[in-house]
């Protein structure tokens, strides 16, 4: 692949002196070399300069063209995202996502590859988008790449992989805990060769946005079955299918995330052909597991990208000559150093965790990774979010207004706690799974305990305490 791009003609970004100079393709960590290709190392560092030049410029002038009003909002097409998406397919940044050994559709990269690219991706609101690797699409065309029919890829797959389209997941249901998925209710009955379809959803990121042509909708189809695993069913619905009413945007902490959004949305006797279920009947788990898998680690090497982007915010206040508390420019007051190595300390730690999650599922599979990627999607948004707030502390008032992108930042990353199951679920799993090395362990420990005193006695020692003293202070004899 030739490079469109001159990494070395670098444009006025201000030098730093202090390694971050350093292409991107320069700062991978150590024990993910081997894994990236010279090709992945040429793109990433395209991937990087786009980010830093051209999406992190833009993302103000995004947010001023998505206009104002709820209509206008959700009805915007910026045309600044159309000219990042033409200007990112010359640099050819697109569909980085979809994993090589999997999937033929994609741009060629391993998922690690893609984390690396992933993570400068998550430093600019728009830059996902420009490159085709926005969620939920990204996850959704991973669930008509694996499972669709030939019929149902040319439909929406390619559409989406072209960027013409959008999509959304529908799961989450107002009326139910949805972190459980048997408890997902809506109501999907099959009259002759049609699938009818009754209930609400929320929480669908992407149905605000016009564009959004394709639902990935998941029901109750079997409520009888006697496998709670069983009742549901994936399917297929376009958006413009009569029945369907988007009824309210949701917010998240006051930010609406227009044009794209998380609707709200009614079901009303809504009918698709019975060829729109995804995989077969009742195997709507199947779907929702194979999905979130890598969908997970992408949020995950986003969010790096993010407490990234928080760092380098934090350290340019505190070395802002203007501001100066207590008579010292805030890097000379220790805790704020402090604040700035544990941030550094704890992003690394993130970034090989992400890596693992992406290079145990390169080795063979999402369902391999199950531990890997749990961890992430817990810790990594956890990481984030202590990184932006300390740099929103940084800035005081300014660091919770617009002034800066914390303060949405900030929003974001704690959704990402919640979003794709929350901790708990993850933790609970983890926790589970570990224990049941619980029984064995004991009677591991009660065997070493065995074995030393085994030993002891072939040494001829009784078994005694280090700290045996036997002591007594008096001196009369009993
Ligand atoms: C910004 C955003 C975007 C989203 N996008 C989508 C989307 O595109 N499509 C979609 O379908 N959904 C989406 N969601 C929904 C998200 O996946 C759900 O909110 C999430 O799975 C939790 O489900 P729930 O809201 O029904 O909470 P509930 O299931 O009611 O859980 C509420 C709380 O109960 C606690 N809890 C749950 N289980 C346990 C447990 N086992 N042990 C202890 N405590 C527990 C947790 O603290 C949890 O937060 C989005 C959510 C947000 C905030």
Request: proline fraction near 5%; hydrophobic fraction near 40%; glycine fraction near 8%.
């Amino acid at each position: 692949m030739s490079v469109p791009y001159r990494i070395e003609a670098s444009t006025g970004l201000p030098a730093d002196g202090a390694g971050s100079q350093l292409r991107a393709s320069e700062k991978i960590p150590i024990m993910a070399r081997p894994f990236v290709s010279d090709r992945a190392k040429k793109t990433l560092d395209i991937v990087e300069k786009f980010v830093e030049e051209e999406c992190i410029p833009a993302d103000p002038i995004y947010a001023q063209q998505v206009g104002s009003g709820v209509e206008e909002r959700f009805s915007a097409r910026p045309p600044i995202m159309d000219d990042l998406k033409k200007r990112a397919q010359e640099l050819g940044l697109w569909n980085m996502f979809l994993p090589k050994n999997h999937f033929k559709e994609g741009a060629g990269f391993s998922n690690l590859e893609y984390g690396l690219m992933a993570e400068y991706l998550g430093k600019s609101h728009t830059a996902s988008e420009a490159t085709n690797c926005a969620a939920p699409d990204t996850g959704n065309m991973e669930v008509f790449a694996k499972y669709g029919t030939q019929e149902q890829k040319d439909k929406w797959l390619k559409p989406l992989l072209a960027g013409e389209i959008r999509s959304a997941f529908l799961m989450t249901e107002p009326d139910v805990a949805s972190s459980d998925a048997t408890n997902i209710g809506l109501r999907m009955h099959k009259e002759g060769n049609e699938w009818v379809l009754n209930g609400s959803k929320w929480w669908s990121s992407g149905a605000g946005d016009p564009r959004c042509k394709i639902y990935i909708v998941m029901g109750k189809s079997d409520p009888n079955n006697s496998s709670v695993y069983k009742q549901q069913s994936v399917i297929f619905v376009p958006a413009e299918t009569p029945g369907i009413t988007i009824k309210r945007m949701l917010s998240v902490y006051g930010f609406d995330d227009a044009p794209h959004g998380h609707g709200h949305l009614e079901f009303n006797n809504v009918r698709v052909p019975a060829s729109s279920m995804c995989l077969g009947e009742g195997r709507g788990f199947e779907v929702i597991q194979g999905r979130l898998g890598p969908g997970r680690i992408h949020h995950a090497m986003r969010s790096i990208g993010a407490a990234e982007k928080a760092l380098e915010y934090m350290l340019a206040r505190l070395n802002d000559p203007r501001k100066k508390p207590f008579g010292k420019q805030l890097h000379e007051h220790g805790v704020m150093l402090e604040r700035v190595a544990r941030s550094r300390v704890e992003i690394d730690a993130a970034r090989l965790q992400v890596l693992n999650a992406a290079a145990m599922i390169d080795s063979k599979d999402a369902k391999f990774a199950l531990k890997e990627i749990a961890e992430a999607k817990v810790f990594v948004p956890q990481v984030a979010l202590d990184v932006i707030d300390r740099a929103v502390q940084a800035y005081g008032g300014a660091g919770v207004s617009q002034d800066t992108p914390l303060a949405n930042m900030w929003a974001h990353g704690r959704t990402m706690r919640i979003v794709d199951g929350p901790d708990e679920v993850h933790l609970i799993q983890l926790g589970r799974n570990e224990n049941k090395r619980g029984k064995w362990l004991l009677e591991k420990i009660e065997w070493q305990k065995k074995k030393s005193e085994e030993m002891a006695r072939s040494y001829g020692h009784e078994k005694r305490d280090v700290l045996q003293l036997d002591r007594q202070h008096s001196k009369a004899k009993l």
